[in-house]
T-cell receptor
Framework: EAGVAQSPRYKIIEKRQSVAFWCNPISGHATLYWYQQILGQGPKLLIQFQNNGVVDDSQLPKDRFSAERLKGVDSTLKIQPAKLEDSAVYLC???????????????FGPGTRLTVL | KQEVTQIPAALSVPEGENLVLNCSFT??????LQWFRQDPGKGLTSLLL?????REQTSGRLNASLDKSSGRSTLYIAASQPGDSATYLC??????????FGKGTHLIIQP
């Protein structure tokens, strides 16, 4: 079974530029998550999708971040314009979305390391 | 707001020792608790998932316990090996399924 795929693996941009990250979850997984991990911190949930609908985006800075999951499969996360404090690793995860809370393991991709100069 | 704390922040022990990593959380209304391993430059690997109705889970040399009422979990690693060196993250799930993570314990096993 292929794991969660993310691209690019690394990205360096200047502040105020735009950037987009792509995620392909494990086949058949209904739930997809985007996390932000700042150096020395644990990951922080940005947005959660169930199929192509948003379940939770309460911690997504909506003035500059946006995400979509078309057709309930792949997802993109965009930052526009980027700030210095957006430098972090952006992790995508997926789970089966069993509907039975508590029993659903999340599988993580390798992440995209973003550096904003 | 849920907060997760992990102690210690860093730990270095000789190979072969048994060790315990600690995790505490402020809101006991959780659906599950998970322990993850993170290697440098890589994503997270799920080690153990304990549902809120369970007390512990075991996988090989790893054993995780959960005391939901007191807001605590421990990860026990038996007979540590250099390959166990990594950052260990504790995370809890409540409400929607998104996880709240601690900052992790950076573990070094000395050969």
């Amino acid at each position: 079974e292929a794991g969660v795929a993310q691209s690019p693996r690394y990205k360096i941009i200047e502040k105020r530029q735009s950037v987009a990250f792509w995620c392909n979850p494990i086949s058949g997984h209904a739930t997809l998550y985007w996390y932000q991990q700042i150096l020395g911190q644990g990951p922080k949930l940005l947005i959660q999708f169930q199929n192509n609908g948003v379940v939770d985006d309460s911690q997504l800075p909506k003035d500059r971040f946006s995400a979509e999951r078309l057709k309930g499969v792949d997802s993109t996360l965009k930052i526009q314009p980027a700030k210095l404090e957006d430098s972090a690793v952006y992790l995508c995860a997926s789970s089966r979305g069993l509907g039975s809370r508590g029993a659903d393991t999340q599988y993580f991709g390798p992440g995209t390391r973003l550096t904003v100069l | 707001k849920q907060e997760v704390t992990q102690i210690p922040a860093a730990l270095s022990v000789p190979e072969g020792e048994n060790l315990v990593l600690n995790c505490s959380f402020t809101d006991s209304a959780i659906y599950n608790l998970q322990w993850f391993r993170q290697d440098p430059g890589k994503g997270l690997t799920s080690l153990l998932l304990i549902q809120s109705s369970q007390r512990e889970q075991t996988s090989g040399r790893l054993n995780a316990s959960l005391d939901k009422s007191s807001g605590r979990s421990t990860l026990y690693i038996a007979a540590s090996q250099p390959g166990d060196s990594a950052t260990y993250l504790c995370a809890v799930s409540g409400g929607a399924d998104g996880l709240t993570f601690g900052k992790g314990t950076h573990l070094i096993i000395q050969p």
